[in-house]
Structures are given as structure tokens and as C-alpha cells.
């Protein structure tokens, strides 16, 4: 039998092991729920030997008491700051400095370059290999002491890896939220009304600076090293790029898009390369930067002031920018939601011109205090839909009045209304309102829905304002005459409208059903309605409890369900679209099991997989008693993905999320 002590040295190095192998290199080796069962076993342990915790114990990241403020710690070496160069112009000058400097006539320099995040700087000494103090940058001279929450981030080594390390290393990085992170805390902020973070920047920077470790320990902070600072005592090799690669064998997490290049030239391509995909990244990042790789290089070139000789930061085109506003309108939605957004003077921001920003909800509008003549900060990164991120006050138009909820709908003149606890204000005009009208056609021809190639969002516009469309069931009885009558219509485009209309009519319960444009019946809700019950007619006629039965159908979706279908209009439009020869084939109601592999879990599945398409792989999850939704969310359990996966890979890994892949993913199925 070992010894207390084996036992424990034993679990923290498997449970440091596997945190490595999931934080650090992203390729964990066992489940989520055997690395809990070792912490669990661990925290058993130590509770019963508690003069045997050590403080670099995986079960000790999150400390009990909030700290009463902050002590200043005066960096053994300065953090530097980097020069900037916004041009090819400026880099080159950058680069014949450096070659000058070196007295180099010919040959390319090689550069380490690397992606520049934008979040905290961060320096973290080590001491005999364990974390003995994080500090923030600060002034570069003295920053604050944040060890207790620099602890929390789980991709941050208590102790180094491996024993080969100097007696005291300092490594230095960049402590970021991902961008999903990002958009989950503030849409979850957003409803209980707390404040939201202005940009990922501020968030890391804020998050760091909590006096309570708890408050860190939930924010989803990441880091991604790219230095050492302070070295006493032992060894590193002789170029950048293989330090970045020790930091990596000693437990640190270092970018996986770094590359060595030669050059200008390769600078450049590094530039683009980065440039073409920073949408893409899970992380926002404000430029690259090239350091001269080679160590001996960056000692002979050493620094001006505050910024080393050695590197620069290329910059990318900014992701926030200011502007006026110029108006504030409320659109309307499908749902009747009244969405405040900002009407802008043009600005370009995040490589695109921006003439709106949505301001999300009236509590948002409020909370942020948007005006008409504000000058404003916007944000548009990544794919996300640009926001007007705050306001600068100190720039204020005398006069200017705060925004209103109106009480009246914009487009149709019915109330507004706003149920309790709802941070949604909506119309109350139904299919009566032109804009939800509008908005419910261009849901029911959408591709997901009944797919009706052609029938694009313009001309279901035109069709409305013209008074030729007023319900989904009148797209059926549209013909040739009047279509090719419109203007820009050709008579050949008329006739291919048409023949995607009929197309449309052999359909799926699924796709009719999600086509209504029920409040919360998405696509895969949809799939288990039609699963679970086969027909229309059962739905139809199911009592909300009933309703209850289908996977994830709580009480609020099935009172909307049932809203919806008691509604004498809509299953007007339901006959409608039936009588004009909508259809699809009944099927026997499937019951998920409830014992099932996937039961009770929430599932998306993105990629190529090898031996079945998507929608085979989402029936699969279903006859397992698994929901299927289409993207992913704090909600998700697991995302099951194949080749090329995409953002929803990286926007899982960075929730946490648990990933499968298609060979696990097929064990699952076939229960092995
Ligand atoms: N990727 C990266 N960001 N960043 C910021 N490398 C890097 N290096 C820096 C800074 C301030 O300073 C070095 C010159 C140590």
C-alpha cells in the first residue's frame, strides 16, 4: 500500500498531466469526467491531510477569501512596449534599421513572427519551478500583484513541467478572453442587466483586477505566452522561436499560429495570411509582430527607451473606431421585437463601412445612455454584427435627450408592450404589422425553412409593399402574370420563381413546421416536434402537457406552441397552405429514449464526417435521446465535428465545451 504522500504526489501529476494535454496543447486524452473523478479523489485526499496541501496543488487555483487591494511589484527586468508600424513603408524602414544596426548588406533576417492579442500583459515568476508571484505590466517599471487570480486561469502552470527549468524564470504573455467568452458574458450580462464589458481588452484587464479570485475563476480567461523576462540559473536556447517551443515542453501555452519567416517579403505573407483569417481566430488580435528570432541578434541591437530595437507590432486596421449618431430607430422582427439600432455618419471599421450598430435591447440603450449626436465608440470584429461598444460623454451635444421606448409600433402604430422580465420589447401588430409580415415571409422561404430559391428577401419586400403578398400561403397562388409584371423581374427569372415555388411544396413536417415561424420552435425543436409526433394533426391537437413529452420542449415553448396553433388566423394559413398543395409525408411518432446515450444532452454537429452527412449524424443523436441544436453555446454539451470544422470547433473549445470526433462519435453510436 503507498503512502499518503505517493498517492497524493501521484494524482497531481496526472491531474497536471491531463490539464496540460487539454489547456496547453488542446488534445486531452481522457473524457471530462475522469479528470474530475482524479480532482474529486484529490480534494478527498487533501481534506483528509490537510497539512499536506501544497500551494501549487491543483485543487488550490481558486483561493477562499477576496484580497483587501492590491501591492505594486517592481519587475526585476522593464516590460517593454512595442514600436508600431502601420504601413509596408514603415515595416521596411523598420527592417533596414535592424540590418543596418547589424551591419548586414545582404541576406534576409530571419523574424519570428507571431499573432498580437489583444488583452493584459502578464508577467509570471517562477521560483524552483513553482509560481510565486503574477504581476500586471503597469507603467513597465511596477505593475500590481494579481498571483491570486493569475491562479484561476487554468492554462496558467502552478508549477513548471519537467525539471530542467531555470532556478527563477520569469515568462511573459498576454491574458485574453476568447471572443465566444466575450459574446456569452455579455449576452448573459444583457439579461440580468449587469454591465457589459466595452471589448475582449477590457474584460481581460478587468477580469484580472478583481479583489475577489472567485469573480476571475468564472470568466473565461486564456493565455498564450511570448517571452521569458527574469533568468537566474539555467539555460535557454538560442532563438526565439525554440524558447517559445521550451516554454511549451514546461507547461506553458504558446500560439499555435507563430511561424518563423525570412524577411520582409515573409513578414508580409505572414501579414496577409493572418489578416485574411483574423475573422476566423477565436481571439482578437490587433496586429503580429516580428521579433529578430535569433537571441545574439536582439542582444546586439538592444533597445531605445521602452521598446526594443528588435521588434515591431504591424498593425491591422482598427476594430473600434468613432462616429456620430445620427439617429436612433427601432426595427422590427419576425417576433413583433423592437431592436434599438444606431443610424450612424459612415465610419470604417473592421475592414467594412458601417452605417449601423445595433444596440441590442431598450435596457442596453439605456445602460449605455446612447443619444442622437453622440459621438460614439464602435466595434465590429470578426463576423459579429457591429455595436456601438459606449458613448463619450465628454463630447455631448447640449440639448441631447435620452432615447424612449416608444409606446407605439414604428411600421403599423400598435402597442408596444413589454412583459415582465423580458429584456424584449415587442409589437403587438401580428401578421397585422407590415414588418413582422415582412420579416415572418423572408423565414418561411428561407433555405432552412421551405426553401424557396429566388424568392430573396428584395422581392418578398417588393411583394408586400406592393400589397401582392399578405400570408405564406398566398406565395402559393402567385403566377407567372403577376411576378414577371414586377420591375427589375425578366420573365425568364418570373418563370424560375415560379418553378422553386412549386418545387417547395414537397416538403417535411420539420421544415413546415419550422417555416411558421413559431416563437422559439427553431429547427431542431421542429425535428423533435415532428419526430415525436409524426403528423401535424397530433401536434395540432396535443395538450401543452403533451407537448412537454418531446425532448427539451419545456412550458414556455409548448405555451407558445400551443399559442400559436390555437390561433383561429394561423390555422388558417396552416388550411391555406395545405389546400394549395404543401405537403409531406406522415411518419409513425418516434419516443426518444430516456436512457439513451445522448439523452437529455444538447448536441451540435459540425464539419465534414467521413461515413455519414450531417443531417444522417443529427437523425442518429435524436433516435439517441439527444437534442440537436445549430449552434453552439454555453448551453451545449457536446460538439460532435469532422474535417474542416470551423469557428464552432474553436468556439467550443473555448466554452469548454466537450468536442467528439467522428471516430468517437461512432463509437457512441454503435454503443461500443
Ligand atoms: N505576441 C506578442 N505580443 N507581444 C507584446 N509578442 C510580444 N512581445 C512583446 C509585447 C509587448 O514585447 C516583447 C518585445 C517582449
Known sequence: MSSVQERLDALREQLRHHSYLYHVLDDPEIPDIEYDRLMR??????????????????????GEKPIEGFSTVTHRLPMLSLDNAFTEEELRDFDQRVRKRLELDDGDIAYAAEPKLDGAAISLMYVNGVLEVAATRGDGTTGEDVTHNARTIESIPLRIRGNDYPDVLEVRGEVFMPRAGFEAYNAAARETGEKTFVNPRNAAAGSLRQLDPKLTASRPLDIYVYSTGFVENGELPNTHSDVLMQLQEWGFKVCPERKRVS?????????????????????????????????????????????????????????????????????????????????????????????????????????????????????????????VASVITSKR???????????????????????DGEAVARCTGGLFCEAQRTEALKHFVSRKAMDIEGLGAKLIEQLVAQEMLHTPAEIYSLDLEALSGLERMGEKSAANVIAAIDKSRETTLERFLFALGIREVGEATARSLANHFGTLEAIVEAPEEELQNVPDVGPIVAGRIRHFLDEPQNLEVIRGLRERGVAWPDREPQQAPADGPFSGKTVVVTGTLP???????????????????????????YLVYGDKAGSKLSKAESLGVETLDAEQFAKIVSGS
Open 397 to 419: 451635444p447640449d440639448g441631447a435627450k435620452p432615447v424612449e421606448l416608444p409606446d407605439r409600433c414604428p411600421v403599423c402604430g400598435s402597442a408596444v408592450v413589454r412583459e
Open 41 to 62: 479523489d484529490l480534494q478527498h485526499l487533501e481534506a483528509e491531510h490537510p497539512e499536506l496541501i501544497t500551494p501549487d496543488s491543483p485543487t488550490q487555483r481558486v
Open 611 to 637: 461515413d455519414m452527412t450531417r443531417n444522417e449524424a443529427k437523425a442518429l443523436i435524436m433516435q439517441l435521446g439527444g437534442k440537436v441544436a445549430g449552434s453552439v453555446s454555453g448551453k451545449t454539451d
Open 263 to 387: 524577411g520582409v517579403d515573409g513578414c508580409l505573407d505572414f501579414y496577409r495570411d493572418i489578416g485574411d483569417r483574423r475573422g476566423a481566430l477565436s481571439y482578437d488580435i490587433d496586429g503580429v509582430v516580428y521579433k529578430v528570432d535569433s537571441l545574439a541578434l536582439q542582444r546586439d541591437l538592444g533597445f531605445v527607451s521602452r521598446a526594443p530595437r528588435w521588434a515591431i507590432a504591424h498593425k491591422f486596421p482598427a476594430q473600434e473606431e468613432l462616429t456620430v449618431v445620427k439617429a436612433v430607430e427601432f426595427q422590427v422582427g419576425r417576433t413583433g421585437a423592437l431592436t434599438p439600432v444606431a443610424r450612424l455618419e459612415p465610419v470604417f471599421v473592421g475592414g467594412v463601412t458601417v452605417s449601423n450598430a445595433t444596440l441590442h435591447n431598450i435596457d442596453e440603450l439605456h445602460r449605455k445612455d446612447v443619444r442622437v449626436g453622440d459621438t460614439v465608440v464602435v466595434r465590429r470584429a470578426g463576423d459579429v454584427i457591429p455595436e
